[in-house]
């Protein structure tokens, strides 16, 4: 069956034209947040380049396509981070795996997942590779941080920035592809905050999904502020999910129009609390949020930060 992909068509359209005129580039770099569909394109990029039919898109009937689908493509590999790292071993291997000529298929393809994990060493070594790839190679490097990597690797790809789906259109692939309903449907797609993996892993777990407007938005208390901070704590998706929250505020803000919005189901609360926060207050919020997350990758006191955070949050009576 032809891979049935959600969302990202104009890069599947840009994708298609590069195979169909014959002009791949020899190294791409996916951008985009954890899980917005990254790894699916790549995969699919890589079955239409070596798919035995040559039509547009991978038909996914093939044997080059079963074989990639298998994980047993002989010019398809994926390289993934050994342990925290992805290590200079393993860019040796890709390099003398590279030279020598496709087997089965047209081009070779390496996908490499987590290219900011690449460390110092394995980045330095994979950039002669990037200045010289081999014609029938192509490499495909997919991150959630464009700044994780050296800039010598970034100006080498061709960047690909995935964008999640707006929730109205996620969720309308959603109900069309599952046939669930639509509430449903745009709880999913919002609490995915449109990445279409994370909808797709939400609605296997069959999960409860809280949707509600976040209680800080709504908080005056310090009290409350310090209980709410304890609850971040124990979820550690709690920051990404506030921020889409901050951001509809933003767009309600400046106008924009309402089918933008991620929690298109709360926007009469939204546009009520819109009406409580000045620009400059929503900014520095959502730029709070994020220097709060980049905090925590740093290991700092996790309980401190986001107490900190919920503080600055706090509505002021
Ligand atoms: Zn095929």
Redesign the pocket.
């Known amino acids: 069956m032809q891979d049935a992909i959600i969302g990202h068509q104009q890069i599947l359209e840009q994708l298609y034209h590069a195979i169909a005129s014959n002009r791949i580039a020899g190294a791409y770099l996916f951008v985009g947040v954890p899980q917005v569909g990254k790894e699916t394109v790549a995969l699919h990029f890589a ?1 239409s380049i070596n ?3 040559q039509g547009e898109g ?5 044997l ?2 079963r074989k990639a689908d298998d994980g047993n493509h002989p010019d398809l590999q994926i390289i993934r981070p050994s342990g925290a790292w992805i290590k200079i071993d393993q860019i040796r291997e890709l390099q003398q795996r590279i030279i020598y000529r496709p087997l089965e298929g047209v081009r070779k393809v390496y996908i490499l997942t987590e290219a900011e994990r690449l460390n110092l060493e394995a980045a330095n070594c994979l950039l002669k590779t990037l200045e010289e790839p081999p014609a029938d190679s192509v490499l495909i490097l997919l991150t959630t941080n464009l700044e994780g990597l050296l800039p010598t690797i970034r100006s080498r790809c061709q960047i690909i920035p995935f964008h999640p789906l707006v929730a109205a259109d996620l969720a309308g692939h959603l109900m069309e592809r599952f046939n669930i309903d639509e509430g449903r449907a745009f709880s999913v797609a919002t609490t995915a905050g449109g990445a279409v993996g994370k909808a797709l892993t939400l609605l296997q777990e069959d999960a409860d999904f809280d949707e509600e407007i976040p209680e800080i938005m709504t908080a005056s208390d310090r009290l409350d502020a310090f209980r709410i901070a304890e609850k971040w704590t124990q979820q550690p998706e709690a920051l990404d999910h506030l921020v889409t929250w901050y951001r509809d505020l933003a767009l309600l803000h400046q106008g924009a129009p309402t089918n933008l919005l991620t929690h298109v189901h709360h926007e009469a609360e939204l546009k009520q609390l819109t009406g409580r926060y000045s620009r400059l207050q929503l900014q520095s919020a959502i730029k709070a949020i994020f220097e709060t997350k980049a905090m925590l990758q740093r290991n700092v006191n996790t309980t401190l930060a986001l107490e900190v955070l919920a503080l600055k949050l706090l509505r002021r009576p």
């Not at 991978?58 to 093939?62: N, P, S, T, Y």
């Open positions: 079955k798919c035995l039919t991978a038909c996914g009937a093939c080059a396509c």
